[in-house]
């Protein structure tokens, strides 16, 4: 369908609205105004193996001292108690590892066991059992989201302090399984299979189900939490302006501190509300460091050395470091965009819109005025996620519940750095549990609402496709 000469007078978006539903994909001639500012006011221009590090870039000098303090505590390992470092003792009893940095690293990407010739680390694996109609569960979906496995809890951990017995170790296997695209390229995704041995504390519950997850990035909390809630479920529900079979749902979750149900933003199905809470499950589940918010140790009735150890102070964590890594967690800044007007990135990012992409990855979005650090106000962001739920098929089901999200069901990842991850992290892995090499694998593990974009995928031939990954590298 030629484009009118009308038409081609129209901004980049205009003209790519003006063409949806045309059989050929949307037109972008240049970067929409402020496109390469990810973050706003807030992005930094560095793409290095740093550039997952650095606070937001209208962070006055003065407040930079909480960011970099708050850095030091993200960063450094904690140590066992009793300890002479009184302000970082107190680890375990059981964790998965002594320091945030340690799963985040550079502030980046996880990724599975064995992919550069370690442990789990940088992943994690999810318990729990299904719910009975009885109160005790009940009470624990409202306040978990989950019933936590009787013997192992809610996260199994396989690092313990001496004269504790860690609870497990955790393996990945892989089986190959061919795609063959439309032109007759095979791609040879990896299926992956969770292993789980050397059990501490004797069998697990029969019907526990599991869920392995790996550490997603730290840019942009902050501002991700500063987008305003009802501009969230305003996507949320099927619409005109979505493609067909996009029914995005929010997550509903238990807030620790407010002692009731909200919107939940954070994690792989979005069961966290806040980036406090997230930060304090983490110091819990990851490092067995208590919080105000969560007093006590990770440790079940069965694990008793574990109940019976050592602690660091009550709390471990102060109040005030809590504060000091949330500051730092609502501060690491975006990188900027390369390449944005580059016709190879322009001609992908009408692909990715062509495809129905933007029907879950939301492009842009616009900051409260009243977040909860100023520089994060007022700003237009390009996250490329709606925060929301969404049903990706059997394909990628880890078969395991989460307040309101079921089995198929995942958080839309943001996508912003995505495409400096190999800088950062010194690999390609992607999705929940990393079982993706590159890109191309991630696109072909999708299903369910995202089953009609990934089939207009495969469809494409070999140049579309290098473009539309050079647009997802741009971000």
Same mark, same amino acid.
């Given at each position: 369908?030629?484009?009118?000469?009308?038409?081609?007078?129209?901004?980049?978006?205009?003209?790519?609205?003006?063409?949806?539903?045309?059989?050929?994909?949307?037109?972008?001639?240049?970067?929409?105004?402020?496109?390469?500012?990810?973050?706003?006011?807030?992005?930094?221009?560095?793409?290095?193996?740093?550039?997952?590090?650095?606070? $937001?870039?209208?962070?006055?000098?003065?407040?930079?001292?909480?960011?970099?303090?708050?850095?030091?505590?993200?960063?450094?390992?904690?140590?066992?108690?009793?300890?002479?470092?009184?302000?970082?003792?107190?680890?375990?009893?059981?964790?998965?590892?002594?320091?945030?940095?340690?799963?985040?690293?550079?502030?980046?990407?996880?990724?599975?066991?064995?992919?550069?010739?370690?442990?789990?680390?940088?992943?994690?694996?999810?318990?729990?059992?299904?719910?009975?109609?009885? +109160?005790?569960?009940?009470?624990?979906?409202?306040?978990?989201?989950?019933? /936590?496995?009787?013997?192992?809890?809610?996260?199994?951990?396989?690092?313990?302090?001496?004269?504790?017995?860690?609870?497990?170790?955790?393996?990945?296997?892989?089986? /190959?399984?061919?795609?063959?695209?439309?032109?007759?390229?095979?791609? *040879?995704?990896?299926?992956?299979?969770?292993?789980?041995?050397?059990?501490?504390?004797?069998?697990?519950?029969?019907?526990?189900?599991?869920?392995?997850?790996?550490?997603?990035?730290?840019?942009?909390?902050?501002?991700?939490?500063?987008?305003?809630?009802?501009?969230?479920?305003?996507?949320?529900? +099927?619409?005109?302006?979505?493609?067909?079979?996009?029914?995005?749902?929010?997550?509903?979750?238990?807030?620790?501190?407010?002692?009731?149900?909200?919107?939940?933003?954070?994690?792989?199905?979005?069961?966290?509300?806040?980036?406090?809470?997230?930060?304090?499950?983490?110091?819990?589940?990851?490092?067995?460091?208590?919080? $105000?918010?969560?007093?006590?140790?990770?440790?079940?009735?069965?694990?008793?050395?574990?109940?019976?150890?050592?602690?660091?102070?009550?709390?471990?964590?102060?109040?005030?470091?809590?504060?000091?890594?949330?500051?730092? $967690?609502?501060?690491?800044?975006?990188?900027?965009?390369?390449?944005?007007?580059?016709?190879?990135?322009?001609?992908?990012?009408?692909?990715?819109?062509?495809?129905?992409?933007?029907?879950?990855?939301?492009?842009?979005?616009?900051?409260?005025?009243?977040?909860?650090?100023? *520089?994060?106000?007022?700003?237009?962001?390009?996250?490329?996620?709606?925060?929301?739920?969404?049903?990706?098929?059997?394909?990628?089901?880890?078969?395991?519940? *989460?307040?309101?999200?079921?089995?198929?069901?995942?958080?839309?990842?943001?996508?912003?750095?995505?495409?400096?991850?190999?800088?950062?992290?010194?690999?390609?892995?992607?999705?929940?549990?990393?079982?993706?090499?590159?890109?191309?694998?991630?696109?072909?593990?999708?299903?369910?609402?995202?089953?009609?974009?990934?089939?207009?995928?495969?469809?494409?031939?070999?140049?579309?496709?290098?473009?539309?990954?050079?647009?997802?590298?741009?971000?």
């Amino acid at each position: 369908m030629p484009v009118s000469s009308a038409l081609r007078h129209l901004s980049p978006l205009l003209l790519a609205v003006a063409l949806a539903g045309c059989d050929k994909p949307p037109r972008f001639t240049q970067a929409e105004p402020g496109e390469q500012l990810s973050g706003g006011a807030a992005t930094i221009n560095l793409h290095d193996r740093n550039a997952f590090s650095q606070a $937001s870039g209208n962070l006055t000098p003065s407040r930079r001292l909480d960011f970099n303090v708050g850095n030091s505590f993200f960063r450094n390992p904690w140590v066992i108690a009793p300890s002479s470092t009184t302000a970082r003792d107190g680890l375990g009893p059981l964790f998965n590892t002594n320091a945030c940095q340690n799963c985040h690293v550079k502030d980046g990407r996880g990724h599975p066991p064995g992919v550069r010739g370690d442990n789990a680390v940088s992943m994690l694996v999810r318990l729990s059992i299904p719910a009975e109609a009885k +109160a005790e569960h009940q009470q624990m979906l409202e306040r978990l989201g989950v019933v /936590p496995e009787p013997v192992y809890g809610g996260q199994l951990q396989d690092v313990a302090i001496p004269g504790v017995a860690p609870e497990g170790k955790v393996r990945m296997r892989y089986e /190959p399984l061919n795609v063959t695209l439309g032109d007759g390229t095979v791609v *040879e995704l990896q299926k992956p299979t969770l292993e789980i041995t050397q059990l501490g504390y004797g069998p697990m519950h029969p019907q526990t189900m599991f869920s392995a997850r790996v550490a997603p990035p730290m840019i942009g909390l902050g501002l991700l939490e500063a987008i305003p809630e009802a501009a969230i479920l305003a996507n949320a529900g +099927a619409s005109k302006d979505k493609p067909a079979g996009i029914v995005g749902r929010p997550n509903q979750v238990w807030d620790d501190a407010a002692g009731k149900t909200v919107l939940g933003r954070f994690g792989w199905k979005a069961g966290q509300p806040s980036l406090n809470q997230q930060n304090a499950h983490a110091f819990s589940g990851d490092m067995g460091l208590t919080t $105000s918010l969560l007093p006590h140790d990770d440790c079940t009735p069965a694990q008793v050395d574990c109940l019976n150890a050592v602690n660091g102070g009550e709390p471990e964590v102060s109040d005030n470091i809590l504060r000091l890594v949330l500051f730092y $967690s609502r501060n690491l800044a975006v990188p900027s965009r390369r390449g944005v007007n580059d016709p190879q990135v322009l001609d992908g990012k009408g692909l990715f819109h062509q495809a129905g992409c933007q029907g879950c990855h939301t492009p842009s979005f616009t900051t409260r005025a009243d977040a909860a650090e100023p *520089e994060l106000a007022n700003q237009v962001i390009r996250p490329y996620t709606d925060l929301l739920l969404h049903d990706m098929g059997e394909g990628l089901a880890d078969g395991r519940p *989460e307040f309101q999200a079921s089995g198929r069901d995942w958080r839309t990842a943001p996508l912003w750095g995505i495409g400096l991850t190999q800088a950062v992290n010194g690999h390609t892995r992607f999705l929940h549990d990393g079982r993706a090499r590159n890109l191309l694998e991630a696109i072909l593990w999708h299903g369910g609402e995202a089953e009609a974009a990934k089939q207009t995928v495969m469809r494409y031939d070999a140049g579309q496709r290098a473009a539309l990954l050079a647009f997802l590298n741009s971000l």
